[in-house]
């Protein structure tokens, strides 16, 4: 069995990182199917997708696709809606190759579940594919699916390296980490504010910002920690590779997010044990309960971000009850499972 | 200024190279222009789609196009490395030029304290343009608020033009587009009367490496250098190259005539009204064609969960053969907003796909279905 497995960019963003990771799992499971990818932009993950794959193409334009679907596949595993709107119109109408369009937390999907945009196509391509994945139930919910041909997953993420970390004890620092692309729609400087509110009273805490993104994105947040007083308190570690010993030295992992599906760097910051403080936006209190994993607050609230983040970095009893319930819960994402019950869709729509 | 055949080709009326003959007549780049249209925009640019029903509650009360700019010199201000390199200069000279930048253009603009002359609001598709309204939600500062004049088209989401005042907003009509709003923006400029359009920021890659997936805008560029009458000038020096475009300074595009502020000849805009009845006026139209599509996408389900059916192939003739009314394919196009049955018009559903046969016939007629459905809640909840 031969499966092409399309996505629209191998820029680090959090579906890609999910989907390599399913990936580097699923070739693990299930040994007879090859793997082949298509990504129409490169990015920093074309060089572990490139060892994972057996076969990279970064096409050129939709062409490259169609020669590619004429090499003759078992399978076409679609992810991304606007790859998903694109290409499966192009596949239907020419070949009888099962589909597969995975339905993940692209924007169509974020936005429909944190902003009810209801967008006809989308589902559309979900009624006329071979089978469907959705990352969580929570998203697959209010779609009209019929059985049979959907299978729903739970969001992955590799946790093992987070479980393998020491929980914090007394000689970690008062460090809170955010991992996220520096982009407005993560509302850092929201984090930055409640953060020079925290320091008020937890005058060593320092604030790490791990994640690429925008240059621009990252003076301005640079120009508010200054305005703030809290510049040398305040660190970007840019995109790392290695997340997890970021994550090693904090006590509170955050989210300040407008917007957010189901967070890979939640899910990573509970399996190191770490209590959350989070923004209460699209699917995370599928991951999160109040009070039991962490605390939520709503998007914006400075003043509850900094009295939750100071709570946490004084109450070391609390924080370590929040982070072992975290580190439970997030053993429910492990990537294997998730890459197994994929394995199983993408045979299904074979069969 | 800018040859008819231009538009005419982006509306996506036309089915065939012979169909836009006969609408507008011939051209010497007509041939050239449709096979760029074919190949590199898969004959179909969604221009005039809008599944979300935007127009119908557009809050702009004008249309119009803009007043005469003859002799003077228009930038089109995009936000590619190039533009950051030049934004000093940029606001040195920005007495001496006409600056026309996109919502994400005039954000950046703003934070180095320049107004442009035109926001020009364009997105590809539905979810770009919410994408758009979204992202308005986290920047510090509404570029919108502060443009002087914002040519926002029908398709553009209420939220994105919250900020802007009613009398600076106007939808543009005719709008001379492909989709890409650089070019859109350099045809509106050609369109009336500019001497000479720069390019700024719009870097579509680099010299030694352009991006692949701007191949189109950069082929429609080149085809606009060679249908407009003015200089064309890509400012944006290390970026890749466009056709028919002479990469220059941004000196070059100081101009000695003083600009006035840029004016519209305003027409009064169809009222919500006028808008609402319109649709109600297409979907009854096109009632029997949706109550047939509804019979076809049952059979299309029942195909699709195994169950024996008659013939595919002939459900499949059927809807392609809608595309040959050039009345019911505008009707499904505009008013339906349709985007899967409108591209296999122009691709074919091949009729020896035997039982696969299912899915483009319940991918077109799902979304024609669906989308019925959501014009008559949308003309009610307008109407309310």
């Known amino acids: ?15 890609e990182t999910t989907f390599l990771n399913v990936l580097r799992a699923a070739r693990a499971i299930d040994t007879s199917i090859e793997h082949h990818v298509l990504a129409f932009a490169s990015g920093r993950l074309e060089s572990p997708f490139r060892d994972v794959a057996g076969r990279l193409t970064i096409a050129a334009n939709d062409a490259t696709f169609d020669a590619c679907v004429r090499d003759g596949y078992s399978a076409i595993h679609i992810l991304f809606d606007r790859t998903a709107y694109r290409l499966i119109p192009r596949i239907v109408a020419r070949s009888s190759t099962p589909v597969v369009y995975a339905k993940g937390y692209d924007m169509a999907g974020t936005y429909r579940l944190n902003e009810g945009l209801d967008w006809q196509a989308d589902e559309s391509l979900l009624a006329a594919v071979d089978g469907a994945t959705f990352t969580t139930a929570a998203l697959a919910e209010g779609y009209s699916l019929p059985a049979g041909r959907t299978t729903v997953l739970r969001k992955a993420a590799d946790i093992q390296p987070f479980l393998a ?9 008062m460090r809170i980490v955010c991992v996220a692309n520096l982009h407005p729609l993560k509302r850092l400087g929201d984090l930055i504010g409640a953060f020079a509110q925290a320091i008020t009273q937890v005058p060593d805490a320092d604030l790490r910002l791990v994640g690429g993104g925008n240059d621009r994105e990252r003076e301005r947040l640079a120009q508010v920690a200054a305005d703030l007083g809290v510049a040398s308190r305040v660190s970007f570690a840019g995109a790392v590779r290695d997340v997890a010993a970021e994550v090693a030295q904090a006590r509170v992992v955050t989210l300040p997010s407008s917007t957010e599906g189901v967070s890979t760097a939640l899910i990573e910051g509970m399996a ?14 599928t991951i999160v309960d109040e009070g039991v994993e962490g605390f939520f607050v709503e998007v914006g609230d400075v003043r509850t971000m900094a009295d939750r983040i100071v709570r946490l970095l004084r109450d070391a009893p609390l924080a370590a009850e929040m982070g072992q319930a975290g580190r439970r819960r997030a053993a429910r994402h492990d990537v294997a499972d ?7 869709a993408l045979r299904s729509a074979v069969h | 200024m800018l040859p008819a055949f231009f538009s005419a080709i982006g509306s996506d009326r036309f089915l065939s190279i012979d169909e836009l003959r006969a609408a507008v007549g011939d051209h010497t780049h007509l041939s050239d ?9 898969d004959g179909f640019c969604e221009t005039r789609l809008d599944p979300q029903g935007h127009h119908l509650v557009h809050p702009a009360r004008a249309t119009g196009t803009l007043e005469s700019l003859r002799g003077e010199h228009v ?33 950046v603009l703003a934070a180095n304290g320049i107004t442009p002359d035109l926001v020009l609001v364009e997105h590809r598709t539905a979810i770009d343009a919410h994408h758009a309204a979204r992202h308005l939600r986290d920047v510090v500062v509404d570029p919108m608020r502060m443009a002087p004049l914002v040519a926002a088209e029908w398709r553009t989401p209420r939220a994105l033009l919250a900020g802007v005042a009613i009398d ?24 009336t009367g500019a001497a000479r359009i720069g390019l700024l920021g719009i870097d579509l890659g680099t010299v030694q490496q352009p991006d692949p997936a701007f191949t189109p805008l950069t082929q429609l560029l080149g085809l606009l250098a060679r249908l407009v009458p003015c200089e064309t000038i890509d400012c944006g020096g290390d970026g890749a190259r466009k056709p028919g475009w002479t990469v220059g300074s941004l000196d070059s595009m100081v101009s000695d005539k003083a600009l006035a502020p840029l004016t519209i000849q305003r027409r009064p805009a169809p009222s919500v009204d006028e808008r609402i009845n319109a649709a109600r006026e297409t979907r009854d139209r096109l009632s029997p064609i949706v109550d047939r599509a509804h019979q076809i996408l049952e059979m299309g389900l029942r195909a699709r969960a195994g169950q024996r059916v008659g013939r595919l192939d002939d459900a499949a003739n059927e809807i392609l053969s809608w595309g040959g009314d050039v009345d019911v394919r505008i009707d499904l196009q505009e008013g339906l907003g349709l985007s899967f049955l409108s591209r296999f018009w122009r691709t074919g559903i091949d009729l020896e796909l035997g039982a696969a046969l299912w899915r483009p016939i319940v991918l ?21």
């Open chain 1, 1 to 15: 069995m031969r499966v092409l497995h399309v996505l629209e960019s191998l820029t680090a963003g959090g579906m």
């Open chain 1, 165 to 173: 970390l020491p929980l914090p004890d007394a000689h970690t620092g």
């Open chain 1, 272 to 285: 190191a044990g770490r209590p959350i403080v989070a923004t209460r936006v699209g699917h995370l209190h």
């Open chain 1, 338 to 344: 998730v890459a197994r019950d994929v394995v199983s």
């Open chain 2, 33 to 41: 222009a449709w096979s760029l249209y074919r190949d590199s925009f």
């Open chain 2, 75 to 107: 930038i089109v201000f995009g936000i590619g490395p190039s533009a950051f390199a030049s934004l000093g200069a940029l606001v040195r000279m920005r007495e001496r030029v006409r600056v026309f930048t996109s919502p994400r253009g005039a954000e």
């Open chain 2, 168 to 191: 600076r907003l106007f939808v543009p009509d005719p709008l001379p587009t492909w989709g890409p709003w650089p070019a859109t923006a350099v045809a509106m400029a050609a369109q």
């Open chain 2, 364 to 384: 077109s007629t799902h979304e024609l279905t669906g989308q019925a459905d959501r014009l008559d809640r949308l003309t009610k909840r307008a109407a309310a």
